[in-house]
């Protein structure tokens, strides 16, 4: 005669089957995408690999929790505003600094130089995490510090990305000719190449290379740098420092939301 399970074993089973089941609701979640916002039940099968019968129970189940919904004939389901409620909780929850803080510190201690995060501050940049470098012979704007978007890697690695026609307002702003020329020069290399570089623009002396922050709707937000003297930045070790900077910008982009491509394949100048 076939024992029968234990109170404990049940409940041990039916706590795999729990798991088991939030686990394929949240594969179903995960399966919408910015180029496939709708899908058939066919389509959602394909991507989760679940029977018809489990699969219609977790929609129904997802439906009732206002996370999907399904529209038209034939039958189509979407995210529903549920999800954004969840959104609108986890963006409010975001602390900038707090979250940027390891990215900003392993870019400090991978290159020995000052790294700091800026954020766009209608036309300027201000600073709001800095991480300054050990050595005696260091650069430091401090936190608090701002400047014009339309000066230093920070601002134009902000800058770059900008809505055209902000950017055309500010650009306006440089009366002489040709120092606007430069900085639009200086913004379509940033925009190729996913980093703008700076040499004594705010310091003599100082060389300096920034990548831009995004946010979850795709929007420039800030920028993050490293910055030091020339004396131990040479050309060379600022290709170098350019791919940290663009990575440790997409890291902190990522923290914020952000799920588009990265904005530019590096060229070597």
Request: charged share 25%; aromatic share 4%.
């Amino acid at each position: 005669m076939a024992k029968k399970p234990t109170a404990e074993a049940q409940d041990a089973e039916q706590g795999v089957s729990g798991v088991r089941a939030v686990d394929r609701a949240i594969a179903i979640l995960q399966c919408f995408t910015p180029d496939q916002p709708a899908m058939s039940v066919i389509e959602i099968q394909k991507r989760v690999g679940l029977s018809r019968p489990t699969l219609y129970r977790l929609l129904q189940t997802l439906a009732q929790r206002d996370l999907i919904q399904a529209q038209g004939d034939p039958q189509r389901f979407r995210l529903s505003h549920g999800v954004m409620k969840l959104s609108h909780v986890w963006l409010t929850g975001l602390e900038v600094v707090v979250i940027a803080r390891p990215v900003v510190e392993g870019l400090r201690e991978a290159t020995g130089e000052t790294a700091a995060l800026f954020r766009v501050q209608e036309d300027r940049g201000i600073c709001i995490l800095e991480c300054q470098s050990r050595h005696v012979l260091s650069i430091s704007r401090g936190v608090g510090d701002s400047l014009s978007l339309t000066r230093g890697s920070t601002g134009k690695a902000m800058l770059a990305f900008m809505d055209p026609a902000r950017q055309a307002e500010l650009l306006a702003t440089i009366p002489d000719s040709a120092d606007r020329a430069r900085l639009e020069e200086a913004l379509a290399f940033a925009r190729r190449n996913g980093y703008a570089t700076s040499h004594s623009e705010i310091f003599a002396g100082t060389v300096a290379v920034s990548a831009p922050c995004f946010d979850h709707r795709g929007d420039v937000v800030g920028s993050v740098g490293l910055y030091g003297p020339g004396a131990r930045i040479d050309e060379q070790k600022l290709l170098e420092f350019s791919g940290l900077v663009r990575e440790a910008g997409r890291q902190i982009s990522v923290l914020l939301g952000f799920q588009g491509a990265e904005p530019a394949t590096p060229q070597r100048a």
